[in-house]
């Protein structure tokens, strides 16, 4: 009689489970990187960095002004940059994909240099004391920096960057009484409409 | 014809209905085995971050033939993992997928598994 062989067979030892574990973890992450460009764009984030501009809008008031208005403003650009920051880090978690990436950093690299140049342009317009200029210039460059970046992310990004853009240009040319409003438009409703676009396409 | 597939699907979506993660280390296999090979793999883990890919699109992430590709996707759209549209790109018919919500239920277990595993032989 032939000895009995059971039937199940043996598990692979623990140490090759987990080397395949982390290999296959590797295959996913280059597989979501290779067929997403950049997916830890958070559209959540960009919900809340919307319901901030539209506290701004509420609370800062009447047309551009040095002192509150300008006060107000920056303040929830700073807010809703970490609320930004910190949703893409979760939604990047949660994909277990590293937020600098090789298309993280593509996104950062373009997003970057138009913010910097309107930081130093909203302390140069504030020494000129042409703070009227200042929302048309924030909206119109937020959106060159979101259409760069977004230039190696999903499609939506790139297109809500134009919108800005759009935004941006009627708030250059617009009365000063109309900035708030298209600012809180902009910064708020571009933000929360895409956000939502992507939240519910792109996984959070 | 219809009611049948419609049946299949049935069965197919309850067989993917979502099970709770046990907690612990975790053994292989325990594995959605289904989702577990490298190419039904890759389809999963590039529809988890799209809304929908074609057959061409996958077809070139995956660098994989058409004959191996179909047979894949076919597996998951069975399962309940994957749903299909078809349709003319003026005289070029294109196959669409998108992720179904067991799908990414799914997908997600299958993450949450291999960091079970990592996590547990850290620990030893």
Same mark, same amino acid.
């Given at each position: 009689m032939r000895p009995l062989r059971p039937l199940r067979r043996p598990e692979p030892p623990v140490e090759a489970i987990h080397q395949h574990a982390v290999e296959n973890l590797r295959f996913i992450r280059e597989t979501m990187e290779g067929a997403s460009?950049? #997916?830890?764009?958070?559209?959540?984030?960009?919900?809340?960095? @919307?319901? #901030?501009?539209?506290?701004?809008?509420?609370?800062? @008031?009447?047309?551009?002004?040095?002192?509150?208005?300008? &006060?107000?403003? &920056?303040?929830?650009?700073?807010?809703?940059?970490?609320?930004?920051?910190?949703?893409?880090?979760?939604k990047a978690r949660r994909f277990r994909m590293e937020l600098f990436?090789?298309?993280?950093?593509?996104f950062a690299l373009g997003l970057a240099p138009p913010l910097i140049v309107a930081a130093l342009l909203t302390a140069a317009l504030y020494r000129a004391g042409r703070v009227d200029l200042l929302p048309g210039m924030w909206l119109l460059l937020y959106g060159a920096a979101v259409t760069t970046g977004g230039a190696f992310s999903v499609r939506i990004v790139p297109a809500m960057g134009a919108c800005f853009m759009v935004v941006g240009t009627a708030a250059l040319f617009a009365p000063p009484s109309w900035s708030n409003s298209l600012l809180a438009a902009g910064f708020g409703g571009l933000h929360i409409a895409f956000g939502a676009a992507i939240a519910r396409r792109h996984g959070g | 014809m219809a009611k049948q597939s419609t049946t299949l699907r049935a069965v197919a979506a309850r067989r993917a209905e979502p099970q709770e993660v046990p907690s612990g280390p975790m053994p292989a296999a325990r594995l959605d085995r289904l989702i577990h090979e490298r190419i039904r793999l890759g389809i999963v883990s590039a529809l988890a971050v799209n809304d929908s890919l074609t057959f061409n699109e996958l077809k070139a992430l995956l660098q994989t033939t058409d004959g191996n590709l179909s047979v894949h996707?076919?597996?998951?759209e069975e399962a309940g993992y994957l749903a299909? #549209?078809?349709?003319?790109?003026?005289?070029?018919?294109? #196959?669409?997928?998108?992720?179904?919500?067991?799908?990414?239920?799914?997908f997600e277990r299958y993450l949450a598994h291999m960091e079970a595993l990592i996590e547990a032989m850290r620990e030893r």
């Open positions: 460009s950049f #997916t830890a764009v958070s559209g959540v984030g960009g919900i809340g960095m @919307g319901l #901030t501009a539209l506290a701004a809008g509420i609370l800062a @008031g009447g047309p551009p002004a040095p002192g509150r208005w300008l &006060l107000v403003w &920056l303040s929830s650009a700073l807010v809703a940059f970490l609320i930004g920051t910190l949703a893409m880090r979760r990436s090789r298309p993280g950093r593509k | 996707a076919r597996k998951l299909c #549209t078809k349709s003319f790109d003026g005289r070029i018919p294109k #196959t669409r997928y998108r992720l179904t919500p067991a799908g990414r239920r799914a």
